[in-house]
T-cell receptor
Framework: GDSVTQMEGPVTLSEEAFLTINCTYT??????LFWYVQYPGEGLQLLLK?????DKGSNKGFEATYRKETTSFHLEKGSVQVSDSAVYFC???????????FGAGTRLAVHP | DAGVIQSPRHEVTEMGQEVTLRCKPI?????LFWYRQTMMRGLELLIY????????DSGMPEDRFSAKMPNASFSTLKIQPSEPRDSAVYFC?????????????FGPGTRLTVL
C-alpha cells in the first residue's frame, strides 16, 4: 500500500543553520505531496504542497521539490530560526483520493 | 473564520465509559476527517466524510468506535465502551472539496485519557 518514510528525529540545529528533512514515498498513480507542521499543543497546519512531478512548493523560507524519479519530497530551509522548532510531517494523498497518509514525523529543535 | 472547532479539548474518563468528541468544520467545507495521534502509531485516519456521507471508515479500529455527521456543520466521534488503549489525541480536519490536492485544515485536537 501507499506509505511515507521520514528521517528519524530529533534534529537539533543552531539558529541560522541549514535544514534538510528527508522524505520518500511509495504510491501507485500520481499522488499529491504535502508537508505539515505541528507546533506544541496545536493541530497540524499546512506548510507547503506539490501536486505534480517537478513542482516546487515553498512557504516561509521552506522549500520541497516533488521528485518522481527518486520518489522523494525533501524539506529544506536555508536558515532556521528558534521559532521553527516543531514537528514536521510529510504526507501524501493518493491520486484522485481525498485522504492523507502521514509519515512518522520529525521533531526539529533549534537553539539560539 | 474561526477554523475547525473541537470540543472538549481534554477528556479524562474511566474505562468502560462512553466518550463523545465533537467537531465543527470550517463553513463551506465539504469534507471532514477524523484522525488519531499516538506515540506508537503516529497519525492515523479513522474516517472521512464527503458531503456528510461516510466515504472511508477502514481506519476505525473496531465496533466500539462510531462517527456521525448529521449535517454540514457538525460531526461526532463516539467510543463506547472506552478502553485505556484509546488514550490519544483525536484531531478533526476539514477541506474545501473532495480531491486529493486539497489542503486539510486541522482543529486543535482533543486529548483523551482513559484510566
Amino acid at each position: 500500500g501507499d506509505s511515507v518514510t521520514q528521517m528519524e528525529g530529533p534534529v537539533t540545529l543552531s539558529e541560522e543553520a541549514f535544514l534538510t528533512i528527508n522524505c520518500t514515498y511509495t504510491a501507485t498513480g500520481y499522488p499529491s505531496l504535502f508537508w505539515y507542521v505541528q507546533y506544541p499543543g496545536e493541530g497540524l497546519q499546512l506548510l507547503l504542497k506539490a501536486t505534480k512531478a517537478d513542482d516546487k512548493g515553498s512557504n516561509k523560507g521552506f522549500e520541497a521539490t516533488y521528485r518522481k524519479e527518486t520518489t522523494s519530497f525533501h524539506l529544506e530551509k536555508g536558515s532556521v530560526q528558534v521559532s521553527d522548532s516543531a514537528v514536521y510531517f510529510c504526507a501524501l494523498s493518493p491520486g484522485g483520493y481525498n485522504k492523507l497518509i502521514f509519515g512518522a514525523g520529525t521533531r526539529l529543535a533549534v537553539h539560539p | 473564520d474561526a477554523g475547525v472547532i473541537q470540543s472538549p479539548r481534554h477528556e479524562v474518563t474511566e474505562m468502560g465509559q462512553e466518550v463523545t468528541l465533537r467537531c465543527k468544520p470550517i463553513s463551506g467545507h465539504n469534507s471532514l476527517f477524523w484522525y488519531r495521534q499516538t506515540m506508537m502509531r503516529g497519525l492515523e485516519l479513522l474516517i472521512y466524510f464527503n458531503n456528510n456521507v461516510p466515504i472511508d471508515d477502514s481506519g476505525m479500529p473496531e465496533d466500539r468506535f462510531s462517527a456521525k455527521m448529521p449535517n454540514a456543520s457538525f460531526s461526532t466521534l463516539k467510543i463506547q465502551p472506552s478502553e485505556p488503549r484509546d488514550s490519544a489525541v483525536y484531531f478533526c480536519a476539514s477541506s474545501p472539496g473532495g480531491t486529493g490536492t486539497d489542503t486539510q485544515y486541522f482543529g486543535p485536537g482533543t486529548r483523551l485519557t482513559v484510566l
